[in-house]
């Protein structure tokens, strides 16, 4: 059975910084895109960074040139760097793997179960 499990998240104060991970567990043989994605209490969810296979990035406006995501294709796993946060970057954060290669079967779409990251002002 595939997993992602985020970790990382917490309290902050802004200005500071956190670090997010998302590891992929389970017979995996290959994942697509991976991304992370956020939603604040009362709001949509937001894409925030989607990076590819390959390691092409894509940002959401409102987190460029303060997020950075990175992945480790050997692990799994995804990360994502957040420097300067805001009190409006607080919200839960989730993994999505758009798609995951196993050893029997695939899925689309995946998510992990989130992570809150809550910003002080």
């Known amino acids: 059975q595939v997993q992602l499990v985020e970790s990382g998240g917490g309290l902050v104060q802004a200005g500071g910084s956190l670090r997010l991970s998302c590891a992929a567990s389970g017979s995996i043989v290959s994942i697509n895109a991976m991304g992370w994605y956020r939603q604040a209490p009362g709001k949509q969810r937001e894409l925030v960074a989607v990076i590819s296979k390959g390691g092409s990035t894509n940002y959401a406006d409102s987190v460029k040139g303060r997020f950075t995501i990175s992945r480790d294709n050997a692990k799994n796993t995804v990360y994502l760097q957040m420097n300067s946060l805001k009190p409006e970057d607080t919200a839960v954060y989730y993994c999505?793997?758009?798609?995951?290669?196993?050893?029997?079967?695939?899925?689309?779409?995946?998510w992990g179960q989130g992570t809150q990251v809550t910003v002080s002002s």
């Open positions: 999505n793997a758009d798609y995951i290669l196993t050893r029997v079967g695939s899925m689309r779409d995946y």
